[in-house]
């Protein structure tokens, strides 16, 4: 048997082992099993992956970070961002062997490539949370300037009330990386004003419960090109099944 699984805490629900039950179901592949693995202390990590029949794991808050001490390699999009939410684990003499991914920038830059036009040169983010980090690789990597905007002070970064009709005319992506909007709290987004986003905006969410956020909802109607965070996790779902099998 081969396993897989997520690892976080706490996991009361998980699109990925919905995902790959389903995928191993279609596709009858009786031999792997996706579960998973509440874990609260990342020190308890050790002990998971002695199970020799392990092969892979996701990683979700809040280990992103802590998982790193555990890892032998690490792909250069980890290590540039900081967090890894992938881990192929191989066996060599009995050792497990353990290289990190970051499959986050690899999903948001596949989901968000084609949306993009040649004036989307300047991007707002707004939030400054792990998430954060692979948005912030990717636009990079892309070249595209960016400003992060946050509810509190803090070094680098600018206030809600900064972003004015002006800064708007000049930043023409707009990404939400705040739980804003999530389900159950439906009516909440960022407070920007809404009645400067033109149809030169793209706004994207990497929220995608619900799949038409506030966020999304009110961009919309300004004439913004919208994008939820949908796409992108199946974007990472198969990125990791295709790390897992190379």
Same mark, same amino acid.
């Given at each position: ?6 690892? *976080? ?51 979700? /808050? ?8 555990? /890892? ?9 961002? %900081? ?5 192929? /684990?191989?066996?060599? &003499? ?12 690899? %999903? ?20 400054? *949370? %792990? ?6 690789? #990717? ?9 992060? #905007? ?30 804003? %909007? ?16 033109? =149809? ?6 990497? #929220?995608? &419960? ?18 939820? *965070? ?10 990791? @099944?295709?790390? @897992? =099998?190379?």
């Amino acid at each position: 048997m081969k396993k897989f699984g997520l690892i *976080g805490y706490p996991l009361s629900h998980s699109f990925s082992k919905k995902y790959f039950t389903e995928k191993f179901a279609q596709a009858q592949i009786a031999d792997c099993e996706y579960e998973l693995y509440p874990i609260e202390n990342i020190s308890s990590f050790p002990e998971l992956i002695a199970d020799e029949e392990i092969c892979g794991i996701n990683v979700t /808050i809040p280990h992103k970070v802590g998982v790193m001490a555990y /890892i032998n390699q690490l792909d250069e999009a980890a290590a540039e961002i %900081g967090a890894v939410n992938c881990i192929d /684990i191989r066996r060599e &003499n009995g050792v497990a062997v353990l290289k990190g991914y970051n499959t986050d920038a690899y %999903g948001f830059e596949t989901s968000l490539f084609p949306f993009l036009k040649e004036h989307h040169t300047k991007a707002l983010i707004f939030g400054d *949370g %792990g998430a954060a980090k692979a948005i912030k690789y #990717v636009l990079h990597k892309l070249g595209i300037t960016f400003l992060v #905007v946050t509810r509190k002070p803090a070094e680098g970064t600018i206030l809600y009330e900064d972003v004015n009709e002006k800064m708007l005319q000049e930043y023409t992506v707009l990404i939400n990386t705040t739980p804003l %909007g999530m389900s159950p709290n439906v009516e909440s987004c960022p407070q920007i004003p809404y009645e400067f986003i033109t =149809n030169k905006h793209l706004s994207y969410d990497l #929220v995608y &419960n619900p799949e038409l956020t506030k966020f999304l909802e009110r961009s919309a109607a300004s004439g913004a090109a919208i994008k939820n *965070g949908l796409e992108m996790l199946y974007l990472q779902a198969e990125r990791s @099944w295709y790390i @897992w =099998n190379s």
